[in-house]
């Protein structure tokens, strides 16, 4: 999902019309005021971990385990990449787009590559997780993830400290990310990439409720439950409250990386971005590569700035997990 397409598509020159009528229009209402500072830059230098794999570990190999994580009543579908070593090992948690056809598996490897055991999963509704799709159960489902991790039980058996975890996210994951981010304290830290700003397609749905609905039929294949009329009446009803700029004072205290391309989400990052500055952030880094929603072919630069700045994060146990607001 991006904010002009709200899919896994690419260039806004082969997206069909109404996505790029509605990129324009989101462009014109959201973008970063002309000048407006953006956040200090993470380093680009491709790290080992991109490249190359680790040596093996014949006592603590690097496995993968599939997770069942209860939320919402069921469970929905999951998968940690456990990393290689004795451990414990921080975590990063990687929330799919909408509907998810770029998961951002090479990403998640890499990053396990980089010492870091990756969970992956799939929001209720979507992808063969049981349940039916919603946007609110999206942000349900992340806090349940975490919670999942957090269980004593959980973290001895996946090897992880559960003090120390981050968060990512890809289009609506971005989204889905930073909503998170701005309500668990407890968080290393949180990357968005090609962040799309659900709540501001949702302030534009109160406008135009039949494009916004045609748009999300366009980009429900995977998703149960759900017509592209009710996914538009969800994004107007909570618009104001879901958007980018409602967020970003929350996330002045967050350390949070933010990665944009050339695609219909650029200006909701640029936003944000300025946002978060405005509101007094300084723990935000930002960095602009010149590539399409689903960085095709920026794989490599992609994963180097993930882990660069994942390497910057904390060591130490942060304390205990927050109980959730």
Known sequence: MNTGSISDRNAAARAPKNLRRLALLLAAGMACPFGAPLAQTVSQATPRAVTQDPPRDTKFPARLEVLRIPSGG???N??????SGAGPHPVFVLFHGL?????NLDLAQAVRRAGWTVVTLNYRGSWGSPGEFRFAQNLED????????????????LNIDPARIAIGGHSMGGWVAAQTAATDRNLLGT?????????GIGVHARAD???IGALMDDNRESLAGVSGRSMAEELAANGPQWSFATLAPKLAATR??????DDFAKADSESLIAGIKAAGGKSLRSAHVPTDHSWSD???ALSSLVINWLNTLPKARLGPAPTRQ
């Open 256 to 261: 949070l990386l933010v990665l944009y391309s």
């Open 99 to 103: 509907p998810g056809n770029e998961k």
């Open 142 to 157: 992340a806090h349940a993830a975490l919670a999942f991790l957090r269980d004593p039980a959980n973290a001895r058996r």
């Open 74 to 76: 069921v469970e929905i």
């Open 298 to 300: 920026r794989r490599i």
């Open 191 to 199: 990357v968005i990439f090609s962040a799309g700003d659900m709540g």
């Open 209 to 211: 409720l039949a494009a």
């Open 78 to 83: 999951g998968v940690a990449m456990v990393a």
